[in-house]
């Protein structure tokens, strides 16, 4: 078995087994303390930290962050119809102009089709399938040719079954050989589509079909998240639901869930199978196909010892409701040079580390 790398048969497996090998790969790319798995992107670090200064920093920053919106009216119907002047973005507080407007984007969207094969997901797993192949067929046919997917499934080991690509004849092959066993490392398995997702262009998408539980992963949610948000990701989760008795069923997950959509605009869904499950998936195709997307270049934006900057959107009609992420990474106090790349989101760059910019 391949460690941590791409098999001869062309699958992808990431084997959660071994802490120490999990540690050794984790550590290439993140900063480990030992006693802790905690999630610290050491690529996307601009110059070092200078010493920390006395007053309030300010920063004028030249990259491009952009920002997938969602807006729905109060019957939760989505609302297509806005122009630029009825949004408001702030940073950190500080209101920011809106420099780049689409209605209804036609940016290419990368989706990460995570689908939960653990021992728990047991019989309804081909329910699960017959309507994510639904989903794929809609999202595939609907779309850009330049939409793709990139399949995973997910127990104690994370699997890539297909890597990114525009044929459904391709990522609908892999269902028939899956089967329920073993644990669910899902926090992990957002992490390594994260990880996936943040080399393409374009909107980025983390679909997990799961039953909520978490219960092999050596990373938190919060980390989970970090990953998904350095990634500029959008979480969505479909939750098959097991047991409709709330008193009998561990919602700790679906909160953890909640947690990450809320953090990237996403949405859970928890149907029942059949119909609901397949409305579920055609919500999300819908919402896909009715965002906005906004682009500032962050202006007088107060710094903190924080690299999370935390963003807030707003549409100047209150009986809407707007969707989005709540933040992401740039610079910090005491940063000097450029400000990280990974703010750079400007459709015509390609994403690289902060010391390499490049056009297409």
Known sequence: M????????GIAMFHWRSETRARAWWGRRFRLPAGSCRLVAVACLAAGLAGSQQQPVFRANVNLVHVVT?????????????????????????RQEVAVFERVTEQPISVALLIDTSGTTGKDLKYETDSASRFLRALLAEGSPKDVVQLYSVNADVRVLCD??????????????????GATALFQSIAWASQALEKR??????????????TYSRITAPQALEAAQLADAIIYSVVVVPITNPAGRMIGGE????????GTGGRVFMPTLGPEMDKAFADI?????????LGFYPHNTPLTKDRFHKLQVKVNRPELQVSSRNGYYGDSEGATGAADARTAVVPENVRTLPEKTKKR
């Open 164 to 181: 990114f690509t525009h044929s459904y004849t391709q990522l609908i092959q892999p269902f028939r050989l899956l089967h329920s066993e």
């Open 70 to 94: 969602t807006v729905k009216n109060q019957a939760g119907e989505l609302v297509g119809s806005l122009k630029k002047e009825d949004f408001e973005i702030t940073d950190n507080g500080v």
């Open 201 to 214: 262009d374009g909107r980025k998408v983390i679909l997990l079909v799961t039953d909520g539980d978490d």
């Open 255 to 262: 909160h953890a869930l909640m947690y990450m959509a809320d």
């Open 285 to 293: 195709v819908s919402e896909l196909r009715t965002q906005y997307m």
């Open 2 to 9: 391949a460690r941590f790398g791409w098999k001869g048969s």
